[in-house]
Nanobody
Framework: VQLQGSGGGLVQAGGSLRLSCAAS????????MGWYRQAPGKQRELVST??????NYADSAKGRFTISRDNAKNTVHLQMNSLRPEDTAVYYC?????????WGQGTQVTVSS
């Protein structure tokens, strides 16, 4: 499974960004997809995942971020609204297939105050 993330950038606090992750390769048995993030000096943490029709969000993302999956395009989107400076991090696309984890290359999100 290969993952290509896109959509990061620089935005002011309160603004919005939309991240996208396109999967290719052996995608037919992907169990879940989503996003993690890693801020400088911190561990990588869950942002949101989607599996079938079920979504999961970190507490920090609830009410502000929305994850969706386009099965026809093998793509997952993360709409991020009301961004805060503490959302600044490298965001990594994630997929899980047959008990193995796959990661994209990361996309930088910077939120200025």
């Amino acid at each position: 499974v290969q993952l290509q993330g896109s959509g990061g950038g620089l935005v002011q606090a309160g603004g919005s960004l939309r991240l996208s992750c396109a999967a290719s390769g052996s995608i037919f048995t992907i169990d879940s997809m989503g996003w993690y993030r890693q801020a400088p000096g911190k561990q990588r943490e869950l942002v949101s995942t989607i599996s079938g029709g079920r979504t999961n969000y970190a507490d920090s993302a609830k009410g502000r971020f929305t994850i969706s999956r386009d099965n026809a395009k093998n793509t997952v989107h993360l709409q991020m609204n009301s961004l805060r400076p503490e959302d600044t991090a490298v965001y990594y696309c994630y997929a899980r297939r047959n008990a193995a984890n796959y990661w994209g290359q990361g996309t930088q999100v910077t939120v200025s105050s």
